[in-house]
């Protein structure tokens, strides 16, 4: 059971864990155990996540999703297996909780008439530089 928040956890069975070669420097240890831990979490067809977390999470642009919406997470950073399972266990974790928080609308706003002033002085100021270098001084 993987622990998000106090109301959500992730059954292991919606979990699919499998473990290959790592790649990188290592030694012998590289290529003869297979550490690296590469971890699938189907969102599309996942229970236990609300409709609304899962529809953020796959409008996501991340390319760990694939195209039927599972979630590809490879952990290779260290040694042992069990420390690649719990890293990669922890980013699956990190990932679902960014789509729990809606995130707030964008309330527009009117620019002020000061900053519409400022504006349009600075475009008047940087015309008169631009109408000094068209005309010759030196004539």
Known sequence: MLEITDTLSIPDD??????????GPGGQNVNKVATAVELRFDIAASAVLPDAVRERLLAKRDRRVTTE?????????????????????ERLAAFIASGLKA???RVATRPTR????????????????KKTRSTRAWD
Do not use: C, M, Y
């Not at 919406?69 to 266990?89: I, M």
């Not at 000061?114 to 530089?129: F, G, M, N, P, Y």
């Open 14 to 23: 919606e979990l699919s864990e499998r473990f290959v070669r790592s790649s």
């Open 69 to 89: 919406g599972v979630l590809v997470l490879s952990a290779q950073r260290f040694r042992t297996k069990e420390r690649n399972r719990e890293d990669a266990r």
């Open 103 to 105: 995130p707030t609308p």
């Open 114 to 129: 000061a900053s519409k002033q400022r504006r349009l002085d600075a475009k008047r100021e940087r015309s008169t530089i």
